[in-house]
C-alpha cells in the first residue's frame, strides 16, 4: 500500500532562512507526487506537482521540489522564506495512470518569525 | 481549473442526528473524492464516488456511516450519520483539477461539530 512519510511535524524559522522540508513516499510503481499548502483559516492549494520529465520542479511563490526516484523522495525547498509562508504543508502521491486517489503525509506546520 | 463551491462551510450538529454536505463542481468532472480532517491531522480519504456507480470506500469506512451520492457529472453528496462526537472533523471534497496532468483542486471544507 501506498504510504506518505514527513519527517518534520513543526518547523520555525525566521524570514530569509532557507526551507526544506521532507518527504519520502512507498510505492513500487509509477507516481505523481504533489505538494499542497494551507494557509490558516483557508483551504488546500496546489504548491506543486511532479508528474514526469524534468525531477526539479518550480511552483508556486518561489518554492521548488525535487523528485529523487532512487531515495523515493520529494523534498520542498524555498531559499528564504516569508511570514506570509507560515502554513501547513502537505505532501501527497498517486499511482499514475488516471484520476487515482491520494494519499497524504502528516503534515508540516511552519511558522515564520520575523 | 475546476471550482468547487461546498455547502455548509461550518454546522454543529446534535449527536444521533445526521449532517448532508453539498460539492458542486463548476464543470463535469470525472471522480469526485471525499476527504476527512480530523482535529491537527492529516487529509483522510473516505470514499471515491464515480457518476452512475457505488461510491467506492476506503477501508475503516462503510456506507452506512457515510452514504453518497454523485447523480450527475458536477454535484455530490456526503451524509454523516449517526453522529457522534468522534465525527468532529472537516470534510473535504475534491476533483480533478482540469484533466489529467493537472492537480487536485479542493473544496473549502465543511468544518462539523458533534455536540
Known amino acids: 500500500a501506498q504510504s506518505v512519510s514527513q519527517h518534520n511535524h513543526h518547523v520555525i524559522l525566521s524570514e530569509a532562512a532557507s526551507l526544506e522540508l521532507g518527504c519520502n513516499y512507498s510505492y513500487g510503481g509509477t507516481v505523481n507526487l504533489f505538494w499542497y499548502v494551507q494557509y490558516p483559516g483557508q483551504h488546500l492549494q496546489l504548491l506543486l506537482k511532479y508528474f514526469s520529465g524534468d525531477p526539479l520542479v518550480k511552483g508556486i511563490k518561489g518554492f521548488e521540489a525535487e523528485f529523487i526516484k532512487s531515495k523515493f523522495s520529494f523534498n520542498l525547498r524555498k531559499p528564504s522564506v516569508q511570514w506570509s509562508d507560515t502554513a501547513e504543508y502537505f505532501c501527497a502521491v498517486n499511482e499514475a495512470g488516471g484520476y487515482n486517489k491520494l494519499i497524504f503525509g502528516a503534515g508540516t506546520r511552519l511558522a515564520v518569525h520575523p | 481549473s475546476a471550482v468547487i463551491s461546498q455547502k455548509p462551510s461550518r454546522d454543529i450538529c446534535q449527536r444521533g442526528t445526521s449532517l448532508t454536505i453539498q460539492c458542486q463542481v463548476d464543470s463535469q468532472v470525472t471522480m469526485m473524492f471525499w476527504y476527512r480532517q480530523q482535529p491537527g491531522q492529516s487529509l483522510t480519504l473516505i470514499a471515491t464516488?464515480?457518476?452512475?456507480?457505488?461510491?467506492?470506500?476506503e477501508s475503516g469506512f462503510v456506507i452506512d456511516k457515510f452514504p453518497i451520492s454523485r447523480p450527475n457529472l458536477t454535484f455530490s453528496t456526503l451524509t454523516v450519520s449517526n453522529l457522534s462526537p468522534e465525527d468532529s472533523s472537516i470534510y473535504l471534497c475534491?476533483?480533478?483539477?482540469?484533466?489529467?496532468?493537472?492537480?487536485?483542486?479542493f473544496g473549502s471544507g465543511t468544518r462539523l461539530t458533534v455536540v
Open positions: 464516488a464515480n457518476q452512475g456507480s457505488e461510491a467506492t470506500y
Open positions: 475534491s476533483v480533478e483539477g482540469g484533466g489529467l496532468g493537472y492537480g487536485y483542486t
